[in-house]
Structure formats: C-alpha cells, structure tokens
C-alpha cells in the first residue's frame, strides 16, 4: 500500500520569503508519480508540479520546484519568493503504475504568507 | 488545459432524499474518473473509481448502494448520494487523467453537499 506523510500541518512564511513543504511517501513500486496540489479556500485543486520515479532531474515550474530525494523517499515542494497569493493548503499525492492513475493523498499542509 | 466541471456546485437537501452530482470532462475524453470526498480541514479520501462501460470499483469502507456511480459517456460521470442523511454532508470532488500528461488529474471545482 502507498501512504504520504505530510508532518507540516501549518506553516507560516514571509512575504517574499522561500518556504519548503515537507512529503515523504512509502511505497514498494519501482514506478510512481509524486505531486502537489494547492487547494485554496474556494475548494479547487489546483495542479502545482510533478515528479516521475525514474526523473533523475529535479521538476520546476516557475516558483515551484520539486526536492526529489528518492532514498530518502522525500519530494519537499519548495516555494520561492512567496506571495500573498500563496496562502492555501497544499497536499502531496502519489500515483503508481497498476494503481490505475488514482491518487492517494497526504493529510495537507496549510501555509499563510504573512507581509 | 483540460477543464473538468461539476454540477451542482453546491446543494442543500433533506435528509432521505438523493442527491445527483455529475462531473464532465469538457475538452477530453476520460474513460476512467476518480469520486474523493474531503471533510473540513482534511484531505481528500477516495471514494471510487469510475470506468466508462462497467461498473465502479469502490473503495474500502464505501457502501456502493449508498453512492451509485455511473459513467454514462466518455465525458460524464455521475455520482447519487442515496437516501442522504446529515452525516453524507461534505465537500465531494471529481477528477479525471489525461493520458499522455503525466497522466496528470485535472479536478473538477467540487460540489459541496449540505443535507438537514
């Protein structure tokens, strides 16, 4: 079974600042994708960043990058120059090949950007 | 990108009576979509798995009698909350892959459900 641990249950960031999110999954498949959604307070989920298993690079997209460390079975999301904007909560979800493209989601971490 | 919709975005009913919620890829076709249901300040938990052309598979601890799924087209699966009772309040969301994406889910807005 895949299971995602999201330790953060609240953080809090500056303006401006960098901010890392922690995820640490537990899986025994070889092939599984990792992402992060942003599920502001109106409910959508918003699709931030992916990451393959078998990505050797580390995924960007804009001010969100992927810390993969598959050792150490980690993808930390960090946020660099956050905004106001920014301010939601965050879940990390894993799918695996054979699992049929479901997700299975952290318990989320709520971030406030503070000016 | 991929758009998916909901309707109803949000719905208030009696208790005992049945709610229908469907969930539409507007711009692809999805032959699998993916019913999770998320209380406040929790995460999304999923309910079922929706496959155009059979039958749903269902979670553990779902009761498939109670949340009936059917997915009628390439486009559109709808989920009936049967004989709704105030504890089958909550936040419910669709979503669907897009193969080829990172088979990435695009998710629809959500329905939330409030049942007196």
């Known amino acids: 079974a895949q299971k995602i641990t999201q330790t953060q249950p609240g953080m809090f960031v500056q303006e401006k600042e960098a901010v890392t999110l922690d995820c640490t999954y537990d899986t025994s498949d070889q092939s599984y994708g990792l992402f992060w959604y942003k599920q502001p307070s109106s409910g959508e989920m918003i699709f931030l960043i992916y990451q393959g298993s078998y990505d050797e690079q580390n995924a960007t997209e804009g001010r969100y990058s992927l810390n993969f460390q598959k050792a150490r079975k980690s993808a930390n999301l960090v946020i660099s120059a956050s905004q106001l904007g920014d301010s939601a909560m965050y879940f990390c979800?894993?799918?695996?090949?054979?699992?049929?493209?479901?997700?299975?989601f952290g318990t989320g971490t709520q971030l406030k950007v503070e000016l | 990108g991929a758009v998916v919709s909901q309707h109803p975005s949000w719905v208030i009913c009696k208790s005992g009576t049945s709610v229908k919620i469907e969930c539409r890829s507007l711009?692809?076709?999805?032959?699998?979509m993916f019913w999770y249901r998320q209380f406040p300040k929790q995460s999304l938990m999923l309910m079922a798995t929706s496959n155009e052309g059979s039958k749903a598979t269902y979670e553990q601890g779902v009761e498939k009698d109670k949340f009936l799924i059917n997915h009628a087209s390439l486009t559109l699966s709808t989920l009936t909350v049967t004989s709704a009772h105030p504890e089958d309040s909550s936040f419910y969301i669709c979503s669907a892959p897009r193969t080829g994406l990172n088979n990435e889910q695009f998710f629809g807005p959500g329905t939330r459900l409030t049942v007196l």
């Open positions: 711009d692809f076709q999805a032959t699998t």
């Open positions: 979800a894993m799918s695996f090949t054979g699992g049929g493209n479901k997700l299975t």
